[in-house]
């Protein structure tokens, strides 16, 4: 079975910086996708960024621009960047991984337990 580890989540200063790293580990075939969402306390969770296997990536529209996802494939790692932190950006985090089990398998879903990201004034 697949395993997400997260690290790199903390508290920073409004318009600081921080970069979240997430690596997968265990029995598992191949990544489609690895991404990351985010959930504040009484919202609902969602999408910051994900990349796809080729190097396709997606943002959430508020964090466009300040944000920035990465991929290593060779270490089955994603990465996040965060660049010019807000207060809205206060919640926590958590690494998301689609793959394949075996070649023949369906698509799965796999999550970290998440780190807390913390902005502050």
């Known amino acids: 079975q697949a395993q997400l580890v997260e690290f790199g989540g903390g508290l920073a200063q409004a318009g600081g910086s921080l970069r979240l790293s997430c690596a997968a580990s265990g029995n598992f075939f191949s990544i489609n996708a690895m991404g990351w969402y985010r959930q504040a306390p009484g919202e609902q969770r969602e999408l910051v960024a994900t990349?796809?296997?080729?190097?396709?990536?997606n943002y959430a529209d508020s964090v466009k621009g300040r944000f920035t996802i990465s991929r290593d494939n060779a270490k089955n790692t994603v990465h996040l960047q965060m660049n010019s932190l807000k207060l809205e950006d206060t919640a926590v985090y958590y690494c998301?991984?689609?793959?394949?089990?075996?070649?023949?398998?369906?698509?799965?879903?796999?999550w970290g337990r998440g780190t807390q990201v913390t902005v502050s004034s």
């Open positions: 998301n991984m689609r793959a394949r089990r075996t070649a023949w398998s369906p698509r799965d879903d796999y």
């Open positions: 990349i796809t296997g080729t190097s396709i990536t």
